[in-house]
C-alpha cells in the first residue's frame, strides 16, 4: 500500500518543484509592506536606544560615495549616455533662453 508521500500526494500542499506552484509566503514575507516598515522601523529606533545602530560619520559617508562613483563611472557607455544627455538639456536650454529673448525684442518692436 502506497502512503500519500510515495505516491506524490504529499508535496501538493508545500507547492514543491513539482506542484508548479509558488510556496506560500509566511511570516514576513507575508505582510503587506505597511507593516514591514513598521517592524523595521521598530527595530532601528531600538538599535538607536541601545547603542548599536551604525551612524556614518561624513568621512565613511564621503568614501561610500566616492566608492559608488567608481563603480559607475567603469562603465564607458552609461558615462557617454550621461554626458549626451546633460549636452542636449544644455543646449535645449540656450535655445529656450534664446527664443524668450526674440520673443521680448520682437513685442518691444510692436508696441512702438
Known amino acids: 500500500m502506497a502512503t500519500s508521500k510515495e505516491n506524490g ?7 514543491g518543484a513539482g506542484g508548479g506552484q509558488a510556496p506560500a509566503k509566511r511570516g514576513f514575507a ?16 531600538a538599535a538607536h536606544q541601545k547603542g548599536t545602530a551604525h551612524e556614518f560619520d561624513s568621512e565613511e559617508a564621503r568614501r ?17 549616455d550621461i554626458g549626451r544627455k546633460g549636452g542636449e538639456s544644455r543646449q535645449s536650454a540656450q535655445r529656450a533662453a534664446a527664443a524668450a529673448k526674440n ?10
Not at 9 to 15: D, L, V
Open 103 to 112: 520673443a521680448g525684442n520682437r513685442q518691444g518692436e510692436k508696441e512702438s
Open 30 to 45: 507575508a505582510m503587506d509592506q505597511n507593516q514591514q516598515r513598521e517592524i523595521a522601523s521598530k527595530g532601528g529606533q
Open 64 to 80: 561610500a560615495g566616492q566608492k559608488g562613483g567608481e563603480a559607475v563611472s567603469r562603465n564607458r557607455a552609461h558615462m557617454a
Open 9 to 15: 500526494k504529499g508535496n501538493a500542499q508545500k507547492g
